[in-house]
């Protein structure tokens, strides 16, 4: 890797914190990913990203910056890249999935603040961030009660910090509500970029990212085979490097990846033996470099064959039918499909629970393991009934809560073998 010191004190990074922690994950990532055996040729692209995550990624943020470019830092996937592609904006999400600084950031939040948010927090106030020091906007979105309320404090931290409100009910009023806020983010957008958002330009937008959540719906389709012809790990890889990539190359070489994996699945090649026990994870979101629970999964003689998660299909499913000819038409379809997310937060939540349902089936899984972080009350709450229609329908489901931290990986790993264990017997 290149010295990107200058680059990172410019940010005005902790340079000492952010040593330690890149030292930490280049750890954890070699044990974790560089460990696993018959890789894809093609994730070699995405062990390059990683290991320039800080690095070049950033340095192409600086680099867009001075040509014109605005940068905008996002926490959700409600948060349409489509929109920022229209100003030619840079899309990213911001470091949430580690635990960092919560010594900090518990002088902010209550101790029982869900790690995601703790991790924000941390970040921020730790200085370990580039991410959100290279941003032009942060976008906060009213989703759980946690983020909402902690968006209060963190507006004030960062130099500009925009809201996006949303409905909680997927009703007509809620989705005129969603309209109403994605207008006001266009403004907030056309403010800062000084760009206009146009017909052509959104169009645009929605092509680029309508690819990419294509890509990874192949790559999630390809899972099907058994045997499977990547991990769990490397595919939840390729969903957090999502957040973070340049849109275009990302799906170049997702595709590029796909090609290879339907050569492995038309040769009956996969990573792990035929006849593994396969697993559907459901839950909240994993964010880089959240990796402790399919790391204990796929070393418990089990695979994972699909995340229910935003950063997953809940994130990537539906596409934009790019349908009309002005912004407020195309805005129309955007609106349409951004309320076909199904976050917890929302109540009544069904489309949620038929997902899961119809993943369990199309890729065959054996179980669904529900992962909750703690203090998620959205999740956790909606977890009983998650369990009780996939049991009722015969699918064992098995539900954890858990953190950032390792310290409960033991007792994790023996209850995850126990269920996959009962998983041979049925
Ligand atoms: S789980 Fe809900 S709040 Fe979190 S990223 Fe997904 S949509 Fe946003
Ligand atoms: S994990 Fe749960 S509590 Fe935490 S930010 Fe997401 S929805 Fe909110």
């Not at 058994?226 to 999502?242: E, R």
């Not at 026990?277 to 994993?286: E, I, T, W, Y």
Request: proline share 4%.
């Amino acid at each position: 890797m290149s010295d990107y010191t200058q680059m990172w004190a410019n940010l005005e990074l902790d340079l000492q914190a952010h040593d330690v922690l890149l030292g930490v994950l280049g750890n954890a990532y070699k044990d974790i990913f560089l460990t696993q055996k018959n890789r894809p040729q093609g994730m070699q692209y995405f062990d390059f990203v990683m290991s320039e995550v800080h690095g070049l990624r950033i340095k192409e943020l600086v680099d867009a910056r001075k040509e014109g470019r605005i940068v905008v830092g996002s926490y959700c996937v409600f948060v349409p890249e489509e929109l920022i592609l229209a100003v030619n904006g840079v899309s990213v999400g911001l470091c949430a999935g580690a635990e960092f600084y919560y010594e900090g950031a518990e002088t902010l939040l209550p101790r029982n603040t869900c790690a995601l948010i703790k991790s924000a927090f941390g970040f921020k106030l730790g200085k370990a961030c580039p991410y959100i020091e290279a941003c032009d906007i942060v976008v906060g979105e009213n989703t759980c009660d946690g983020k909402k309320k902690s968006y209060e404090i963190l507006s004030d931290l960062v130099k500009n910090f925009h809201t996006i409100d949303l409905p909680q009910m997927k009703s007509d009023s809620g989705k005129k509500l969603l309209k109403e806020e994605y207008k006001q983010f266009i403004k907030k957008l056309e403010e800062v970029s000084g760009k206009k958002v146009t017909a052509e330009s959104l169009k645009k937008g929605i092509a680029i990212v309508n690819a990419k959540r294509n890509a990874v719906l192949r790559l999630a389709k390809l899972r099907k085979a058994d045997p499977v012809p990547i991990s769990g790990l490397d595919a939840l890889l390729v969903n957090q490097v999502f957040f973070y990539d340049d849109p275009v190359r990302f799906t170049d070489s997702v595709n590029k990846l796909c090609d290879e994996l339907e050569d492995r699945v038309n040769n009956g090649i996969g990573v792990f033996p035929q006849g593994t026990k396969r697993l559907v994870v459901s839950g909240c979101p994993m964010a880089v470099p959240n990796w402790k629970v399919p790391w204990i999964i796929e070393t418990s003689a089990a695979t994972i064959v699909g995340e229910e998660s935003c950063v997953g299909e809940r994130g990537t499913q539906c596409l934009t039918e790019a349908k009309g000819n002005t912004v407020d038409e195309l805005l129309d379809a955007i609106v349409e499909r951004y309320f076909q997310i199904d976050c917890a937060i929302f109540t009544p939540n069904p489309t949620r629970l038929e997902h899961i349902q119809a993943m369990v089936k199309e890729l065959k899984a054996d179980g669904v393991i529900h992962y909750g972080l703690q203090f998620c009350q959205p999740y956790i709450i909606e977890s009983h009934n998650v369990e009780e229609s996939l049991e009722k329908d015969g699918i064992p489901t098995l539900r954890i809560e858990t953190d950032y931290g390792q310290e409960d990986a033991g007792q994790l790993k023996t209850r995850i073998e126990a269920f996959i264990e009962m998983l041979g017997h049925k």
